[in-house]
């Protein structure tokens, strides 16, 4: 990454930081994937019960592996035969793992969802979730964030997902109705009423879509 972009992201992450404060959600910074790393695993203790929604961050710093191989009971929905019931004991879970689809620079998160059982997570249920943000994920406003969650984020995992949706074929949110859909529910997070619940770590890197 180029050092004035650097600088420019380790700034305004402080920025970021002191609106999740306002939003009694707390912030924090990361240099490196190495480092929200670390921070993440000093957020959860071992033993804990961990699950996460479709957190394509989470992977790219390392997280779900040492999560799969550690001293966690991590609730692995891809190993679980019956999905319903890996999504449903996520509500039970200690930690819950996600990113998100954009959020503003004063602490605003916001989260588009398909079946809907990562936003229905953030929202309520695990005793604590913890996102990992890439600073590509920032946005000035909720307008903003909310464009770039429909233009940028849903158009890539309509596509990851081999989705037959209008934005898979345009690469733009076309406000469609498709039965493959992963516009189904969208959940703007303004602010945390439990104290020490949501976390987010900001990762001064482009991180997930």
């Known amino acids: 990454m180029n050092d004035v972009v650097f600088k420019r992201n380790e700034l305004l992450a402080q920025t970021v930081i002191k609106g999740l404060e306002s939003r009694n959600m707390k912030g ?9 790393m670390q921070k993440a ?12 929604g479709g957190a394509m961050s989470a992977h790219e710093i390392g997280l779900v592996e040492v999560l799969k191989n550690g001293d966690y009971n991590f609730i692995d929905r891809d190993a679980y035969e019956d999905k319903r019931a890996a999504m ?14 954009a959020m503003t620079d004063d602490g605003i998160l916001v989260n588009i969802d398909g079946n809907s059982n990562r936003v229905s997570a953030i929202a309520q249920g695990p ?34 997902f081999g989705l037959s949706t209008p934005c898979a074929k345009t690469g733009k949110c076309m406000d469609c109705k498709s039965p493959d859909t992963i516009c189904c529910q969208f959940l703007i997070t303004r602010y945390s009423r439990h104290a020490d619940r ?3 770590i900001l990762v001064n890197d482009n991180l997930g879509f």
């Open 41 to 52: 695993m000093e957020l959860i203790p071992e033993k804990s019960s961990v699950t996460m």
């Open 88 to 101: 449903l004991a996520a509500y039970d879970a200690d930690f819950f793992i996600a990113s998100t689809n």
């Open 198 to 200: 949501i976390h987010v």
């Open 28 to 36: 924090y910074y990361a240099a490196t994937k190495a480092e929200a």
């Open 127 to 160: 005793k604590k979730v913890i996102f990992i943000v890439g600073m590509n994920k920032v946005c000035g406003d909720l307008d903003s964030a909310m464009k770039r969650a429909r233009n940028v984020a849903a158009p890539i995992n309509a596509q990851r």
